[in-house]
């Protein structure tokens, strides 16, 4: 269900990047603007990291296997190290070509490129607040990469909006003001990338991020009849489910079957309580005193 829904909202950006790219290239030519035509490219990155996402996505609801007995949710992870690494190479060629267009002379960008640039904006920034509140309801990393690259959007948009309105108000001496913002544009470009891959590469090396859910499982496990106490308590992702790693302390003195029989409902309660958890393992620890 959350896969699916997920797929739902990527489709949804690809077309709407798809069509933003053909506006902001299009009136970045005639409106003789740089930064819309470096607006145009971003735009076009997003359609390819949000087909990344869109594989990522579908490969990662495939179920376990015997060659992948734990899913194929890592795949979702590879996606937003994609998208991460397309954000960094269309950083490198906006900044590259507004280099190239500063020292070079051209004229000043038309006025009508500040309307449009302004709608894009508005649009860009409700695209970013959808797909991130997506993204934390599916607890999708690859979804949340891909509403950064709206938000990365929204800023070039906002960068080309300002430099073209100094250089329409300053007039002679500032056509390069609007090549200027698409240069800044390609840093926070540079950063939201680094935003992305921070937490993707936590969640494929395993880093300890789960406190909060640890805290909340143990609470729960103490629900548990004959249950003593929880000892050990490890957490790791995978695409949008995790997998826990559980040590319980049990009356010693208690069979191995009654012992059996509290791991089992203990583990039945975890999974009803917290639906995002594929899998719970659990060890027994005797309590003696």
Known sequence: MKQSSAIKTTYLSILSSAGLALLKGTVGILGNSYAMIADAIESLTDIFASVIVLIGLKVAAKPADAGHPYGHGKAETLATFFVGAIMIVSATLIASQSIDNINTPHELPKSFTLYVLAGIIIFKEASFQYVIRKSKEYGSSPLRADAWHHRSDAITSLAAFIGISIAL??????????????????????????????????????????????????????????????????????????????????NAFITVREGHEIAHRLKDHLMNAFPEIADVLIHVEPQEE
Not at 174 to 196: C, P, R
Not at 221 to 241: H, P
Request: include cysteine.
């Open 169 to 250: 108000l300053m007039g002679k001496g500032y056509e390069t003001a609007d090549d200027w913002a698409a240069l800044l544009a390609s840093g926070v470009i540079f950063y939201n990338s680094y935003a992305i891959l921070k937490p993707a590469l936590g969640e494929i090396m395993d880093e300890h991020l789960y406190d909060d859910m640890i805290q909340n499982i143990r609470q729960k496990a103490r629900e548990i009849n004959g249950l003593i106490d929880t000892e050990k308590c490890l957490v790791r992702k995978n695409g949008m489910q995790y997998y826990v790693d559980l040590h319980i302390k049990v």
